[in-house]
T-cell receptor, first 114, second 114 residues
Framework: DAKTTQPPSMDCAEGRAANLPCNHSTISGNEYVYWYRQIHSQGPQYIIHGLKNNETNEMASLIITEDRKSSTLILPHATLRDTAVYYCIVRVYPLSGGYQKVTFGTGTKLQVIP | GAVVSQHPSRVICKSGTSVKIECRSLDFQATTMFWYRQFPKQSLMLMATSNEGSKATYEQGVEKDKFLINHASLTLSTLTVTSAHPEDSSFYIC??????????FGSGTRLTVV
């Protein structure tokens, strides 16, 4: 797996957009970028994923640079419930139907401030 | 969406006893599940990969005789912490592969050994 680096912590005012960066400079051409978040004492929750195009769903937007060496997760209107640790992960999608184990980095602790 | 159910959510046991944690995929079949351990203020650490019908694959440094994993069906994997000691107290999380959509995680089990 390509390694990822994220800032250890960030603050964001409630109602504002939270932009969480992730560096994955050694990403391979067939590796996807995934984002998960973990709210205190819960299991991680899937947010979004992408390969090379920008993606948007009901939770967030994912912006991947053209060279794919970095990405940004955007929470458009952060709420207090978005306070969590956010993990950026890269992994290959096993087209053969197999699996690939995932290891987590340290993530970014996002604190949404009232 | 896909749900992974993990039980119990919280358990307290006496030192020397064994504890079993169950992980079930409720609406999909999971040939592969993963078990993680998380200590306070740390990231998730992959312990082992559980494969239906075969032996689990353990990460380096994880004692396979202490952390017994059984994946007897396509919807159930169990982790048994044998002869638990206080240092085994941790947050244990399972996950199942969902192909392109990454992984779905259980809600975690808080184990306290007294």
């Amino acid at each position: 797996d390509a390694k990822t680096t994220q800032p250890p912590s960030m603050d964001c005012a409630e109602g504002r957009a939270a932009n969480l960066p992730c560096n994955h400079s050694t990403i391979s051409g067939n590796e996807y970028v995934y984002w998960y978040r973990q709210i205190h004492s819960q299991g991680p929750q899937y947010i979004i994923h992408g390969l090379k195009n920008n993606e948007t769903n009901e939770m967030a937007s994912l912006i991947i640079t053209e060279d794919r060496k970095s990405s940004t997760l955007i929470l458009p209107h952060a709420t207090l419930r978005d306070t969590a640790v956010y993990y950026c992960i890269v992994r290959v999608y096993p087209l053969s139907g197999g699996y690939q184990k995932v290891t987590f980095g340290t993530g970014t602790k996002l604190q949404v401030i009232p | 969406g896909a749900v992974v159910s993990q039980h119990p959510s919280r358990v307290i046991c006496k030192s020397g006893t064994s504890v079993k944690i169950e992980c079930r995929s409720l609406d999909f079949q999971a040939t592969t599940m993963f078990w993680y351990r998380q200590f306070p203020k740390q990231s998730l650490m992959l312990m082992a990969t559980s494969n239906e019908g075969s032996k689990a694959t353990y990460e380096q440094g994880v004692e396979k005789d202490k952390f017994l994993i059984n994946h007897a069906s396509l919807t159930l994997s169990t982790l048994t912490v044998t002869s638990a000691h206080p240092e085994d107290s941790s947050f244990y999380i399972c996950s199942a592969s969902r192909g392109l959509y990454g992984y779905t995680f259980g809600s975690g089990t808080r184990l306290t050994v007294v």
